[in-house]
Each structure stands twice: as structure tokens, then as C-alpha cells.
């Protein structure tokens, strides 16, 4: 569902400063549009292999020891409200086109807008989890065109006066790209309405809310990053195409480079460029946009957006924690940057993460668990935590049951595969198999007693000097036991039986 | 109790009226039709409440729903060919009206507009009726919906009788900027009834129907109101509904009343006032009771308007105001002072910068709101492979020279490098003419002024002198700016060669107490004693009919010479 746009690629030096070898900064916008709906369903594709993204990191690199990649993102998130932004049309995802409309939203003369307040609150909502300062009272402009699918002739939007400003996000860089912490600004967040897409009106007029970032990222990485941590925010479902977006900037800060290196530079000139991912290459979609008149101008049919301090304090009151909140707080845990990112960096894995630990205080053993055998399983499944049978409560027992050695590790490693598998509780499961550690040394004297007599032949090779076959024994007691034996009193009580003078 | 308005116009009106009225009224009636020459007006009795009479006489079986609704029928039928008030005629009036009578049998409720019979004027959209707002570009176009005016007229009872002349999407003041034909005025034919509502104006004046809608931009309610003799008034904005209204300049139209009667222009705004959820500018404020102002001349006191503290705008009474306008304006004056209201002028210095700034701010937003009239959902598509070309074309075919003209200064205004120069300096200026009115109608609880700067004029005169039109808008445009709400009621006439024309005063109130509007309207109106009340009337208008009786023998002797005619 993402669409990579390039938008205003800048020829004009940006910065007053250059690098080494550099006399020229190119701006590269980057427009991301992005649909939340609650049909999505996981991300399931396959990264690129890490040799090709090292690869592709590097050619980046070396054009830029010679240029500086000035990158800007802007963000169209789509609002999963169940009613469109200025009308009170029902708005399904993928419903029959134009199935959803009334004379608002089809531009009918006479029709009016009436704003849907739920689209203030999450402006405001997300307003607040990028650090901007809000704007009391905002309005709404009208930016004026002619295209066949804007039915008013305009499309109703924030212009000098945007709901949210000067903001700020903080990433943490995944470690194979050489980690370390970003700050990328916020320039503003407005509200405004998706102009339709093709005539397809059922589908045009949804709330949008646009996130303008400052210049601020200079690589893919950095890019893709900041719009992943802005899918964390808003938790946007189904943008899977974090790494279509680097590859895609990558490949046109190389594009620009050699252009310019070939002395072509004014062929650089700001348009709108699209990914494709077939070829791997981004090709020219629109031109010439950055020069037109929109004769923006207060929307008449809307009144102003006036905010109270109560009504933005509730709000922020009632957010919940952020990513970056949560990853400070999983370092403070003494997890490392790698436990940090992976736990922290999927919603629904720190929610289930979370809840393991609200239990148990051995934290670094539930995070070993997650990211080993249920990490590896969900990756070959391609399932999504959510999807798996397990529940944080039982994987909570789990480790409270090996811990407490009623069950052995060994053990343990089964019931979590068929807890993921079918679910079912870690008790049940014990009792169902019996699968109760046994701890009592009179039991396992008795099973040891009984091995031994079953073997004559072994105990007087034992006897005789072949001590290696303590190793055959407690393999027998423990085939005996149905693998419950305590390994250690096993073994503690075996050798005591087998060196023992008959 | 009251003497005599002090104004020499409407005293002379007074002698002339010493002839005896069945008669005169007779001869001139089928002549002026041809001639379009006016006679004298003539006398009636006080304005009453065409809907309370209704109302009264449909509830008590006096007469039928259907009896009320044929005589207004008929009385269409026979003006329209020469007035030209309507678009489109509705086709159910008849059913309707029987609707209603089935409901009074079964002691059903019929609602507070039951059989009165409103005309709508042709920029508010009827899901049932075509809807063009005057343009070519809109020919044959039905909404799907109804306005929620419209819909809150039909859940009181109302009978749509059909769709009225305009100029084109409510842009101008003659109503000959109407993409389909021209309308006059039922005082005399050969002059334009004002605009751009002048359909509605002329409807009602020419007793086609009861009441009407019309929407005010920049006067195109109370305009056509003085130059066809009839009561307009202009709501607060927000107080009604803009949902449905074909926009022009969103900031300022306003959905506004037109009838013969204050009480009845009050009742018409009780029924389609208040708070739209479809419409996020329309006020939530609570509305109150108008029609509880609208009490019987026999109970008012000496001086029922005793303590009213009126204030003349001094600038609307100067340089290029007719004389004669002028002069009726100051008798209407008397006739208050007479009541009891402590009448002094008041200067608004920022009168004249209105006109300007207005033309700035609704072309403006008129460049906006009519680019969705763009060939590709509605009206003649001009065909072309090239896009532009299609949205170029249908617009040049479809628009007429004075939407274009508004269209083109509105989006020079908007255009990168103008934009501070004139729209927000005009932004600027109705600040201004905003805490003028407000400084002013902090010490007066009226002010006063003319409805325009002089009576109708002929059609044809000012077609070619957009300037001139414009100018004609300044009495108006102000309020518009401003948001307030404003009467604006018959006081006199003027003569234009041998023709008598109307002219009517202005009354602007606080935001939101259209209350007190109508309490001083009705007054002003019962007391006027009959005499002036004839102006009411057009001479040549079988209107009369309702007030008589359509068993009269006398006046269906005129209706057979008009029918003749």
C-alpha cells in the first residue's frame, strides 16, 4: 500500500555549509502515502538480504565522501476514522466505488463541509507524540486546481497556520547500519482532506493528517528509519516498504551524483519521481508542479480550530507510551541496544513482551525467549506475535515453571513449541504428559535400583573399570522416567549406586 | 394614537387616492399591462398576516387548502407571461393542497406554514424541482437532495409553488443577469425588479405566492424587496442553514425571507432558522419566539416604541442618494419619532470602503466556489482531447459576462503577489466596517438607512455599466460584511417620469436579534394607517383578490379583463 514519491528535488544549495568535495546540496523530498485499515494483515515480506543492502550502503557511501543528501520527508497518513473528514459518509476501505456518498463529498453545489471531530483528536494526538507546539486555534485554507478528481475544484487543507509545528523524533539506527541515536525535526502537521483518487469518489475525501519532517536525513537508512518510527507512533498496519523507500532514495542520491558528476546537473530539476520496484529505479511521474498558484485562502465553510488547554492536556493525558519512551525505559532495564530495538520496535511484540515480565523478575530470560525460539518460529511460520497460539501469561509460566524446576529446559522448549502451535495452558500441558520434574531422590533411587538390576552385564563392565558407561545408565533412568528426572540428583545418585561396595 | 406620515410624497399619494377604488383600480388594470404604465396605488387595509389568514381559514373550514392554492394558481398563471418570475412551476401545488385538506379532515398537524404557498428562488437546491441558480451551466440539473431551508419549510407545511429568476448564481441586482430571461417588476414592466432575488421579490409582489426565499450576499434580498414594494429580511449570519444554498460567497449569503408583511417574513424565518449540522457556520444559538412580537395594533400603547433609540447613518443619506429617496427615508424617520423612538444620526466613517472590499471578498471566494463548475459533472461539456481545453471550454460556453468578470477579478485577487494587496486588505477592511457597526449599535439599537441608493430603474439601463451596478449595492453590501441582520419595509415612492415606484427603508439590528427587527417592523407597518399601505399593493396587481374575495363580483370582472389581456 506505500507509494514512494519523490516530490521537490531541489537543485539550489540548501545549507550554507559543504562537505570536503562538495559545492552542491540537493534536497530530496520524499512523500510517503500510507493507508491504515483494520483488514491489513502483517508484513510478510522478506527484507533484502543483508549482503545487498551492505552492498547498496556502500556504493552510498562512496558517492557521499563527495556529496551531501539533504532529505526531507512528508507523510500522508490516512485516518482509520469510520466516517470521511468533512461529511458524515461511512468510509470502508475497499468498498465498491462510489458506494459511500453524499452530496458533501461529492462536491454537489450547495453541499458544505462539516469537519469530523474525531479527525481534531488525532491531529492533536499525534501532534503531541512528535513533541510540536500545538496551535490553539488553527483554520483551514482552500488550495485551489483543476483535476478530475477534486470534484469542488479545491481541496480544503492547513496553510499558514497548521494545527501542529516544530516537533522533533528520535530514532535509534539499527545496529548493523551502525546504530546510534538521530534527532530529525518536525516542521508541522496539518489536517487536511486525501483528494480523491482517479474518479473513484468513494475512496476521495478521507481525513488526512500530513507530516512535513525538516531537511534533516541524509541517507536511505535514515530515512526509511524516521518513517518507520512514525509507523510506530501512529501505528500505521500495513506499510511494509521500509526498505523500498531506502533503496529508493539510495539509488536517486547516486542518480543525482552522476549526473552532476557527468556534468549534467540541470537535468536535476524538482519533479515528482516515482519507485519502481520491478527495475529498481525511480522514474519521472510529474514535473513542473512546484510552480503553480494555488491561491490558497481561508475556507469559508469551516470555523476556525480553537483548541483548550484542558482538551489537549486530556489528550496527552491519555496517550500511550511512545516508542522512543519505551526503548529508554527497556535500556534502563539493562537489556542491550539489540533486545532494546527488536522488543521495542514492533508494537505488538512489546505489548507482549510487557506483559510476560509484569510476572517474572527474571526480564533478560523472558527477552532470551522472545527473540530466541519464539522469534525463530514466528519467522519460519511467518506469523506475527499476535498470530501465535502462545500468551504472554503462559510464557510467563513457562519460565516460572523451569525456574522453579518443576520442569526441565528441555522440556520447556517442547510445551512452548506446542503452546505456540495449539495453545493450551503450561499446567495443563504438564499434567496432561505428566511432566512433572521428579525431585524426590527416593523415586529416582527407585528407578536408578531398577535400571541396575535390569543390567547386570553393564554394572560389572561398570564395576571393572568402564566408568564411561555412567553415561549409558543415566540415559537408561531417564528413558525410564519419561525424561523427568532431575538430571542432577540423577546423576548425583546413580554414581553414589553404581561405586557403591554390593 | 398616530398622525400621518410627515413625508410629502406619500402625502400626495394620499390625495390622489380619493378616487373610488373598485373602479379605478379596474380600468387601469388591463392598461398598464399593455402600456406597463403605472396607475395609483391603492388602498387596502393594514398589511395582515397572509399566513395567519391562511392558516385561520384552512383550520376553522372557512375556505379549503385547495381554494387558497387554485387562487394563487390563477393569478400565476395570468402575471407570469408578463412578470417572468419563475424558472419552473411546480406540478403538485394542486395534491399538495388536497394533502392538506385530507389532514385537517383526519384533525392531523398540519404545521405552522400549512397551504401557504412559497416560491424558492433558484440557487437553493430542491430535490424535486430543477435547480439551475440562474446558469446555464446548471440547465436541467435536479439535486438529489433538499436544502435543509426547503426541508424545514416542507416539514411545516408548506407547499413549494416553484423555482424563481435570478441573476446568474446570485450575481447582480436586476435579475437580467439571468442565463434564461428577464424579470420585471409587477409596478411597471418596464423596470427591473432588483436582484438578485428579484424573482422572489417580484413573486410576492405580484401575489404569485405567499412568501419566498431569497439569499443575500450583498443586498440581493432587501434590494429587490424596496424595488417591488415588499417586506425582505436579511437573518443574522448563520442563523439559517447555508446547506443546499448554491454558494456564491460563503462568508457572507445568507438564506433571507421575502413576504407582504413583517409577521409574515417572521413566520417565514421561524420555520428555517436555527442550528444545521450539516452546516458548520450556522449558529447554535438558541432561537427565540419572533411571532410572540407580533401583536395586534389594538393593543399598543401611545408611543409603543417609546425609548428606542434609533441612529440615521449619516453617510447613506448624502451625495448620489435620489432625492426623493431620501425624502421618503426621512418620513419613515417621522413615523418612528411619532412612535416614540429618540432618533439621532450616526456617522459610520467606514461606510463607503464596504463596497469595495466587498467586491474583493465575494469574488474572491466566488472564483473558488464556482470552479467546481468545471464541464466534467454538470451542464454542456465543451469536447477536447486536452483537458484544459474541456475545463476552459465548458466554462466559457456556460458562464455569462458577469460570473466571468467576478471570477476573473476573484482569482486575480487570490493570485500569488495580489493576495496581500487586496484580499487581505478587504479581510482588513470588514474588520473595520465590523467594530463600526458594533460601536454603533452599542449606543442604538437600530440603525437606519435606505434600502438602496434610489427606486427601480428601467431594464436596460445600467445592463452595460457593471460600475453602476455595483455602486447601487452600497447601501447593502455593508451589512453583509458586517453579518448583521436587517428589515428592510416599504415607505413611499418615487416617481420616474410618469412612473411611481417603491422604495423601501433599512433597518439593521444587533447579531442576532432579528427579535427586535420585526417587533419595530410591525409596528411601523400597523401604524402607518391605510393610506400608505396601498403601496403594497401594485396597481395593476389582481393580489387584491386575496384580500377581497374571488366571489366578488367586481373583481372577477377583473380578472376576466386581465384574462382577456
Known amino acids: ?502 | 394614537m398616530l398622525s400621518s406620515v410627515q413625508n410629502p410624497r406619500v402625502l400626495l399619494l394620499h390625495c390622489r387616492r380619493s378616487k373610488p377604488f373598485h373602479h379605478h383600480h379596474h380600468h387601469h388594470h388591463s392598461k398598464s399591462i399593455h402600456a406597463a404604465s403605472l396607475a395609483h396605488p391603492i388602498s387596502a387595509s393594514i398589511p395582515t398576516s397572509q399566513i395567519q389568514t391562511i392558516q385561520k381559514s384552512i383550520l376553522s373550514r372557512e375556505k379549503t387548502t385547495r381554494q387558497f392554492a387554485e387562487e394563487f394558481l390563477n393569478r400565476l398563471r395570468l402575471t407570469e407571461p408578463h412578470v417572468k418570475s419563475f424558472l419552473h412551476v411546480s406540478e403538485t401545488v394542486l395534491n399538495e393542497a388536497d394533502e392538506i385538506d385530507r389532514k385537517i379532515d383526519r384533525n392531523e398537524d398540519i404545521g405552522p406554514l400549512a397551504g401557504v404557498l412559497v416560491a424558492v428562488k433558484d440557487n437553493i437546491c430542491t430535490a424535486d424541482m430543477p435547480s439551475t441558480a440562474g446558469s446555464k451551466l446548471l440547465e436541467n440539473y435536479r439535486p438529489p437532495y433538499d436544502a435543509t431551508a426547503v426541508k424545514k419549510l416542507k416539514e411545516s407545511g408548506a407547499i413549494i409553488v416553484g423555482k424563481t429568476n435570478l441573476d446568474e448564481f446570485g450575481m447582480g441586482s436586476t435579475t437580467e443577469g439571468s442565463a434564461y430571461h428577464v424579470t420585471a417588476n409587477p409596478w411597471n414592466l418596464e423596470y427591473v425588479p432588483g436582484g438578485s432575488s428579484g424573482g422572489s421579490a417580484a413573486a410576492v409582489s405580484a401575489r404569485q405566492c405567499v412568501v419566498s426565499l431569497g439569499s443575500d450576499t450583498g443586498g440581493s434580498v432587501r434590494q429587490p424587496a424596496s424595488f417591488c414594494g415588499v417586506v425582505g429580511l436579511k437573518p443574522t449570519y448563520g442563523r439559517v442553514s447555508r446547506y443546499g444554498l448554491v454558494a456564491y460567497a460563503s462568508s457572507l449569503d445568507v438564506i433571507g425571507c421575502i413576504g407582504t408583511s413583517v409577521a409574515d417574513a417572521g413566520i417565514l424565518l421561524q420555520s428555517i432558522c436555527g442550528h444545521d449540522n450539516l452546516d458548520a457556520t450556522s449558529s447554535k444559538r438558541e432561537v427565540s419566539d419572533f411571532t410572540s412580537q407580533f401583536i395586534s395594533k389594538d393593543y399598543f400603547e401611545s408611543q409603543p416604541l417609546k425609548g428606542l433609540r434609533v441612529g440615521v447613518i449619516s453617510e447613506t443619506l448624502g451625495d448620489g442618494v435620489d432625492q426623493e429617496v431620501v425624502s421618503s427615508i426621512r418620513g419613515a424617520i417621522s413615523h418612528l419619532e411619532e412612535l416614540g423612538c429618540t432618533v439621532t444620526e450616526v456617522s459610520l466613517p467606514s461606510f463607503s470602503l464596504g463596497l469595495p472590499a466587498y467586491f474583493v471578498l465575494a469574488s474572491s471566494e466566488s472564483s473558488s466556489n464556482l470552479s467546481r463548475y468545471d464541464g466534467i459533472r454538470y451542464g454542456n461539456q465543451t469536447v477536447s482531447d486536452e483537458l484544459s481545453a474541456v475545463y476552459g471550454g465548458s466554462r466559457a460556453n456556460g458562464f455569462g459576462p458577469e460570473v466571468k468578470r467576478r471570477i476573473l477579478m476573484g482569482t486575480y485577487a487570490l493570485s500569488a503577489g495580489y493576495y496581500d494587496a487586496y484580499y487581505k486588505r478587504a479581510q482588513q477592511v470588514r474588520t473595520v466596517v465590523q467594530k463600526s457597526f458594533k460601536a454603533a449599535l452599542d449606543v442604538h439599537d437600530i440603525l437606519i438607512s435606505p434600502a438602496a441608493p434610489s427606486a427601480a430603474y428601467k431594464i436596460g439601463e445600467k445592463k452595460n455599466d457593471p460600475l453602476a451596478m455595483y455602486a447601487g449595492d452600497i447601501m447593502t453590501v455593508n451589512v453583509n460584511m458586517a453579518g448583521l441582520p436587517a428589515l428592510v419595509l416599504p415607505c413611499g415612492f418615487v416617481k420616474d417620469g410618469s412612473a411611481s415606484l417603491p422604495v423601501g427603508f433599512q433597518m439593521i439590528g444587533s447579531a442576532f436579534d432579528e427579535e427586535k427587527l420585526l417587533k419595530v417592523g410591525h409596528i411601523f407597518e400597523q401604524t402607518l394607517q391605510d393610506m400608505v399601505v396601498a403601496m403594497y399593493h401594485p396597481p395593476w396587481n389582481p393580489g387584491l383578490l386575496f384580500l377581497t374575495s374571488m366571489a366578488d363580483p367586481l373583481v372577477t370582472v377583473v380578472f376576466a379583463i386581465v384574462k382577456a389581456a
Not at chain 1, 165 to 179: H, S
Request: aromatic share 8%; net charge neutral.
Open chain 1, 1 to 502: 500500500m506505500a507509494l514512494t514519491l519523490f516530490r521537490g528535488i531541489q537543485t539550489r544549495p540548501l545549507l550554507p555549509y559543504s562537505t570536503a568535495f562538495s559545492a552542491r546540496k540537493h534536497v530530496i523530498f520524499c512523500s510517503m502515502q500510507s493507508t491504515q485499515t483494520e483488514a491489513s494483515t502483517r508484513s510478510k515480506q522478506q527484507a533484502p538480504s543483508n549482503f545487498t543492502e551492505t552492498a547498496r550502503a556502500k556504493a552510498v557511501e562512496k558517492v557521499l565522501k563527495d556529496f551531501e543528501a539533504i532529505i526531507g520527508i512528508e507523510t500522508h497518513v490516512q485516518l482509520s476514522t469510520t466516517t470521511k473528514a468533512f461529511c458524515s459518509c461511512a468510509y470502508n476501505y475497499g468498498s465498491q466505488p462510489n458506494s459511500c456518498v453524499c452530496p458533501v463529498c461529492m462536491g454537489l453545489p450547495g453541499a458544505l463541509p462539516v469537519l469530523n471531530s474525531k479527525v481534531i483528536k488525532c491531529a492533536v494526538m499525534l501532534g503531541l507524540a512528535l513533541n510540536c507546539k500545538l496551535s490553539l486555534s488553527s483554520k483551514f485554507d482552500r488550495k485551489q486546481y483543476f483535476y478530475p478528481d477534486l470534484p469542488k475544484g479545491y481541496q480544503i487543507s492547513q496553510f499558514d497556520i497548521p494545527i501542529a509545528t516544530n516537533g522533533f523524533i528520535d530514532v535509534d539506527l539499527p545496529l548493523e547500519f551502525g546504530g546510534g541515536h538521530r534527532r530529525f525535526g518536525i516542521t508541522r502537521v496539518h489536517m487536511e482532506e486525501d483528494a480523491g483518487k482517479l474518479l473513484h469518489t468513494g475512496s476521495g475525501r478521507v481525513p488526512l493528517l500530513e507530516i512535513v519532517s525538516e531537511p534533516d536525513m541524509r541517507t536511505g537508512i535514515e530515512a526509511a528509519e524516521y518513517a518507520a518510527e512514525l509507523q510506530r507512533v501512529v501505528e500505521i498496519k500495513n506499510l511494509n516498504s521500509f526498505s523500498a523507500m531506502s533503496r529508493a532514495i539510495d539509488f536517486e542520491i547516486a542518480r543525482q551524483a552522476e549526473l552532476y558528476n557527468q556534468a549534467q546537473a540541470d537535468e536535476i530539476v524538482q519533479e515528482t519521481r516515482l519507485w519502481e520496484e520491478g527495475s529498481q529505479k525511480t522514474v519521472t511521474m510529474r514535473k513542473k508542479e512546484g510552480l503553480a498558484d494555488y491561491r490558497y485562502f481561508p475556507e469559508p465553510d469551516l470555523p476556525e480550530v480553537i483548541l483548550t488547554e484542558e482538551y489537549v492536556n486530556g489528550i496527552r493525558d491519555s496517550l500511550p507510551e511512545l516508542p522512543e519512551m519505551k526503548r529508554r525505559r527497556y535500556e534502563q532495564m539493562g537489556l542491550t541496544m539489540q533486545d532494546v530495538l527488536f522488543l521495542a520496535n514492533d508494537v505488538n511484540v512489546a505489548e507482549f513482551f510487557d506483559a510476560t515480565i509484569a510476572n517474572i523478575s527474571d526480564i533478560k530470560l523472558a527477552a532470551n525467549w522472545i527473540m530466541g525460539d519464539i522469534a525463530a518460529y514466528m519467522k519460519n511460520e511467518k506469523l506475527s506475535i499476535n498470530e501465535i497460539k502462545l500468551s504472554p501469561q503462559e510464557l510467563s509460566d513457562l519460565i516460572g515453571s523451569i525456574k522453579s524446576g518443576t520442569i526441565s529446559g528441555k522440556i520447556g522448549k517442547e510445551i512452548l513449541l506446542e503452546l505456540m502451535e495449539k495453545g493450551g495452558t503450561v499446567k495443563g500441558l504438564i499434567e496432561e504428559k505428566d511432566l512433572v520434574q521428579i525431585v524426590d531422590p527416593d523415586e529416582i533411587e527407585k528407578i536408578i535400583d531398577k535400571v541396575i538390576a535390569n543390567n547386570p552385564k553393564q554394572l560389572e563392565q561398570y564395576r571393572g573399570g568402564k566408568t564411561k558407561l555412567q553415561g549409558f545408565f543415566a540415559g537408561q533412568v531417564m528413558k525410564e522416567s519419561k525424561g523427568k528426572a532431575n538430571p542432577g540428583l540423577l546423576n548425583k545418585i546413580l554414581v553414589e549406586k553404581l561405586n557403591a561396595k554390593s
